[in-house]
């Protein structure tokens, strides 16, 4: 690499799966040097590098890896030729200067996922990301080949997102210890917070490249509340949280794929308090060179989502999508795209959060769907072997992924801007793009007959519905994943102050069962 | 009245009803003063006053209005001894000082109504407000027998609050003149913004007076979009908003019912943006000495009821209402008393606003209230006379305000502290106070029969029910207005992890009707 250091060449400029001057956009370019390692490295050193492409410059913060390696680590969003320059309150570590280039992004990396039309999300490149998510929180922490197995499952699955806790977890199913701590010291009480573990780390990002190799962003919880002082985890000082970020966010946010969660539960933390996750929350968003999208997840207690540094509301609530009604409510309250991230879960615990039906479970990702926001699936069949997915991965033994599957399909197809409700207080079951394209849930209902008809959105939401337009409808079973199309063309006539219907008072049959949507297309003329 | 100011006694203080030397606490205390009647006097001179007891002092803005009298009205919030000393920037006006007792309240006064218990309301002297509200828009701008007909039957109604607006209001059913206009000019067109009409003001706060007598509290409308240009108060110059803004609290906020609605519908207001109602929230915070309630209500877009200047959220969401599991979402969004202002009204027009039936429109009540939440009424019937209580007062009706008053009369025997819900995303229907008081709503279910069973609270949300513990219960008919107490005592024992149940697995027999509530009472031993 070029470099104008021209000492030993002692450090070393690497990008993974790409030589050391190349590396692609959204890509991870790493930077190592040698350093100190007497005292604390991890406390005594500041070690950063000023990123710059012509005016574009960004700082991004390195981090201590043990053995005396220093990295930084940096995920360029433009491409082209860059330089950079270390600055570092060690002298070895300070002043040293690089180039290389960025190339375009090979063919499935399509960037980071951002927020894209206020309510939904978009990759870097503009593909449309539409969350289909799923949760495994210390799957991490599992013997290698339950990780393995883990991943296998998920190549398979239809889930786009996975959310999973960096501390280990202590709760029912789940009380073996973990491979390795995040810190060093002995188990299960004595640590020093002050010097985090690399072996840990180094492994733990390992899995978030697995993850972005199989196109599933990384949901990182930073902090959650299944310790109870077990380790201790739960109840660091001030100081040992706020570094233990900061490291975390040096060593893990050039990874493309990466979402920060706060907390899973904030509000059940028994030793922190609401300004302490502020306090995170301002942290994350100023270290965070590449500002990924950050929320935090609640228990009985919202946090306040409308904050500036919250990019999107994260949000456990079950009883939000058991109609698209409320599913919707947290939408124009927060104005930022609504990831219901825990509606419980699939299973069979004694527990009435892990005891839903598949069919119920599914009902909820569809009341989402058409509400204009995102779900989240979890698993919880008992197990005599104690693996439930939900809490260690494995296996997947439900009957939902196969229908969230379906429903992946038809998000592929649906609008790329993402589906919004189209009449949000009068008929929520409408979702879509005005106009253009109607996905409408008809959830438990069991009709045998669905009168064709459009509402006309409310004033400045897209282009209504007219006179004379002309859709194709499909019956979508969405239990049984058949799609029925519906013979002929229905032309748009006026019905009321609120509805169109097809001018020949066209009607669609159904078959009498629960969990069918219709889908309208507009047809291009 | 005792007065340093040793010159002509040109100027008085008066206290609405009282001699000058006292006034209650909670009263009107009003100064007035001679001052400059050249130029303009309601731009170019500032006067205020300040009054102290002890070292507590409060800085009250002071108005012109008009004939050269210049005013400050002072509503004490502590009895006892009181100074005051003027502030102006005309010397006349400057430096006048005086002293005045403050008596304890008069039986009916309880104070202004305060946020209490975060969801809840309460007069400042700790007797519980329970929120039923109705809507007059420009009951104040029809000819006075109308006015005094409305004021008549407010009397013999439920309502506790009333919301209307300032400014005059051009709508369906609403396009006469009003009697006056708030600013110097000549209808419909020529305003002078920076006159204010002292005489128009003066009518408006007798109405505020007059509801205050009949114990209603004012909710007071401050900028609406219902002008569409026809007077265009609804796009005045920012600095025009503003004085009329500091000119209507320095009037205004001394009545002890007073509450702030900065606009209705804020977001169909074509020529304001969301920073201008912002920063009409901070100056009516600001000048405000009192910080009466303040809030906002919206047409489609929700405004950010988290910010600290917003005292409860004031909501327009007929949907919200339709089950109590959607009431309770915006709750614990904002951590703060939701009332749903407007929620659709009782009445027969052609908009899908104005055609609840009388049922659907208690059936909305009920719901808001077992969420712990309140409601707002109002009332469009078709009429000859184009006098519809929505818009213009009158006469009532509708079916509704008798089962509000029925609904009244729970409420005032229902815990002082308010109703909360007890689970509120498995069990929404349950209201009340855990292990002491709850309120079961059945809406439009008809049952025969309900399985004795009390929901265990979550966890830090009071005392759980246990085993052991004795209720009473009664079947409310809310829509015939009947209480009928059930036969026997229930005495609890675990039914699951979830609910306790009467131990001999007793039932209430119900009549198969819908909208009943169940009625729940510890008994003391």
């Known amino acids: 690499m070029a470099s104008t250091f021209a000492g030993l060449m002692l450090w070393s400029a690497v990008a993974t799966g790409f ?9 991870l370019y790493e930077i190592t040097l040698p350093g100190p390692t007497n005292g604390n490295p991890f406390a005594d050193v500041r070690f950063a590098a000023r990123f ?3 005016y574009d410059t960004i700082e991004v913060p390195g981090f201590y890896d043990g053995d005396g390696h220093y990295r930084v680590r940096f995920s360029p969003e433009k491409q082209g030729a860059w330089k950079y320059e270390t600055v570092s309150s060690a002298p070895d570590l300070n002043g040293k200067t690089g180039e290389f280039t960025v190339a375009k992004p090979s063919a499935n990396n399509h960037g980071p996922v951002r927020v894209a039309n206020t309510y939904h999300f978009a990759y870097a490149d503009g593909t449309p990301y539409k969350q289909l998510g799923s949760t495994c929180y210390v799957w991490t922490h599992q013997p290698e080949a339950l990780q393995e197995q883990t991943l296998t499952t998920l190549a398979a699955a239809p889930f786009n997102k996975l959310r999973f806790c960096i501390f280990p977890k202590r709760y029912q199913w ?3 210890e973990p491979q390795m701590y995040p810190f060093e010291g002995t188990p299960p009480h004595t640590w020093n917070f002050s010097r985090p573990n690399p072996k840990f780390f180094q492994h733990f990002e390992q899995r978030i490249a697995d993850l972005q190799k199989l196109g599933i962003e990384a949901d990182i919880i930073i902090f959650h509340p299944y310790d109870e002082d077990h380790w201790g985890f739960d109840r660091m000082p001030a100081s040992a949280d706020d570094a233990y970020l900061r490291y975390v966010v040096a060593r893990l946010a050039a990874y493309r794929n990466v979402w920060w969660s706060l907390a899973n539960e904030w509000d059940f933390m028994k030793k922190k308090t609401e300004a302490d996750f502020a306090r995170f929350g301002e942290i994350v968003s100023l270290e965070d060179p590449y500002h990924r999208l ?9 946090f306040n989502h409308t904050l500036p540094w919250i990019s999107h509301a994260s949000i456990q609530n079950g009883a939000a999508v058991e109609e698209p009604g409320r599913a919707e409510m947290y939408r124009h309250v927060y104005r930022k795209p609504v990831v219901y991230d825990e509606v419980k879960y699939e299973g069979n615990i004694e527990s009435r959060w892990g005891q839903l039906s598949a069919e119920e479970l599914v009902f909820r990702f569809w009341n989402a769907t058409v509400a204009g926001t995102y779900c989240g699936h979890g698993e919880t069949y008992k197990s005599d072997d104690q693996i439930l997915w939900w809490s260690k991965g494995g296996v997947l033994k439900g009957q939902s992924p196969a229908r ?9 197809d649906a609008p790329a801007e993402g589906i919004e409700p189209i009449d949000k207080w009068q008929h929520p079951e409408y979702g879509g ?16 007959n669905w009168e064709f008809q459009l509402p006309k959105p409310p004033q400045g939401k897209g282009q209504p519905a007219a006179e004379g337009m002309k859709f194709t409808a499909e019956v979508l079973d969405t239990w049984n ?3 029925t199309p519906v013979e002929g063309v229905f032309a748009l006539k006026k019905k009321d102050n609120y509805f169109y219907a097809d ?7 159904l078959p009498g069962k629960p969990y069918m949507a219709i889908r309208i297309k507009r047809v291009q003329e």
Request: aromatic share 10%; net charge positive; charged share 20%.
């Open 19 to 27: 030589s050391a001057e190349s590396v692609e956009q959204w890509g």
């Open 52 to 54: 710059a492409q012509g």
């Open 174 to 176: 789940n009380t073996n």
């Open 294 to 302: 950050l929320s935090i997840h609640n228990g009985q207690k919202f």
């Open 404 to 412: 969230l599957a379906f429903l992946k399909k038809v998000l592929d």
């Open 433 to 448: 793009k005005p106009a253009e394209y109607y996905l409408v849930y008809l959830g438990k209902q069991t009709p045998t």
């Open 481 to 483: 994943m058949t799609v």
């Open 503 to 509: 001018k020949d008072g066209h009607s669609l049959a």
